[in-house]
């Protein structure tokens, strides 16, 4: 495992700091998230639970959801971190949520001693559903 290329300990930092902020009372498994766009914006997310279970929310998601709402479109990369001793890959879910705006994304996982796996997005959802799969013209 490669540490975390300097130049993204900011996103690392963000991600830290969201995580602070998760709601997993149920799970205990906190999760922070920030994602970077294409033009060097940043946002961030936090996993939030729910009492129903099924309505909670990944971290990647929210930080994807708060972009959006901003208006950021495409994105260079993720950073995740939780404190699972080893780094932790998104979701299936939270990979198709992605797949949709940054094909070409970069991913990173933190653990809490720095340890970082790194992936690309298309290497863990390598035959994505994608818009271009919806075309009936
Ligand atoms: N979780 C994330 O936030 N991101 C992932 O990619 C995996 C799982 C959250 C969902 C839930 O709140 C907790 O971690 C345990 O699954």
Do not use: K
């Not at 971190?81 to 780094?87: I, K, L, R």
């Amino acid at each position: 495992m490669t540490p975390l290329p300097s130049q993204h300990e900011p996103l690392r930092q963000a991600a830290d700091a969201a995580r602070a902020n998760a709601w997993a009372p149920y799970s205990r498994f906190h999760v922070g998230a920030a994602l970077e766009s294409d033009e060097g914006r940043m946002f961030v997310g936090c996993n939030v639970e729910n009492a129903s279970y099924p309505a909670g929310t990944c971290a990647e998601r929210v930080a994807l959801g708060a972009a959006i709402a901003a208006g950021a479109r495409q994105f260079v990369r993720i950073v995740i971190t939780t404190e699972a001793a080893d780094p932790t890959p998104p979701c299936g879910i939270c990979r198709q949520a992605l797949v949709e705006f940054a094909p070409m994304l970069e991913i990173f996982a933190v653990s809490p001693d720095g340890r970082t796996a790194r992936w690309s997005l298309a290497e863990l959802l390598p035959v994505p559903f994608t818009p271009a799969s919806l075309a009936h013209d």
